[in-house]
């Protein structure tokens, strides 16, 4: 799925749950480490940080997100041989440009729907791309920003009802967790490990929609150079 006249919702949601289902191992695999993070945020942290623990979260996702392009990267060229350390190792080069992209996104998102809600949906639409760019094009952390914008210029609405229908996934999930983990029993403790186990199973439906965006977004390459993203080097 490569080139805007094929973005819609549908498209975008069946080509996630075709990697998702191709590549669960790995997907969750990786969750399971970048979310543990989040699982002892949420069981460490009082309630009265409940912000916080918000926060951390959406960097935690946008992070995800950023080692989840490489696989799809993968997918797009033909090739499924990614492993959770490839995942790893494909963000090495960024982490410290993604990391304060994900801070940033977090703290603008959160401060958006703070304020009043639809500030936040709006800088979640227009920055739903920003970990892919920053991972494959490297165009500096405020430019990623920019560069995320200019992709989803046009196509907002669609981009919006691709990430609002994961999160109610994502939701779902959570309101499981917590269904469980209080028939259960056990305290915070169970809850925690609980939301750990289903957020790593959601979370990646998440990552691969900011991915699938991202390579449907993009203008298609010309044939005589088929490495150009969106007129920013990729990586070598």
């Known amino acids: 799925m490569e080139g805007t006249e094929?973005?819609?919702v549908g498209g975008v949601l069946a080509r996630t749950f075709d990697i998702y289902r191709d590549q669960f191992g790995v997907l969750v695999g990786a969750a399971l480490l970048v979310f543990a993070v989040e699982a002892v945020a949420s069981f460490a942290l009082p309630a009265a940080l409940a912000a916080v623990a918000a926060l951390i979260s959406i960097v935690l996702t946008t992070f995800y997100q950023?080692?989840?392009v490489a696989l799809v990267h993968d997918v797009q060229d033909g090739r499924r041989d990614s492993s959770v350390g490839d995942l790893l190792r494909s963000v090495s080069p960024v982490v410290v440009p993604l990391f304060v992209v994900s801070l940033l996104a977090g703290l603008g998102i959160g401060i958006g729907f703070v304020l009043l809600i639809i500030p936040g949906?709006?800088?979640l639409?227009?920055?739903a791309v920003v970990a892919p760019v920053t991972v494959?094009?490297?165009p500096g952390i405020f430019a990623a920003f920019g560069r995320s914008r200019e992709l989803v210029r046009g196509h907002g609405w669609t981009v919006l009802g691709a990430i609002v229908l994961v999160f109610v996934i994502v939701l779902c999930a959570g309101i499981v967790a917590a269904i469980i983990g209080t028939a259960v029993g056990g305290g915070d403790e169970i809850e925690a490990v609980v939301g750990w186990l289903l957020n790593a199973l959601v979370q990646p439906l998440a990552a691969l929609v900011a991915a699938v965006l991202y390579f449907a977004l993009r203008p298609r390459e010309p044939a005589a150079d088929p490495v150009?993203?969106?007129?920013?080097?990729?990586p070598v």
């Open 125 to 127: 639409t227009v920055w």
């Open 6 to 8: 094929e973005l819609t």
């Open 136 to 138: 494959l094009e490297r």
């Open 121 to 123: 949906l709006f800088l």
């Open 66 to 68: 950023g080692m989840v």
């Open 228 to 234: 150009t993203y969106g007129g920013y080097a990729p």
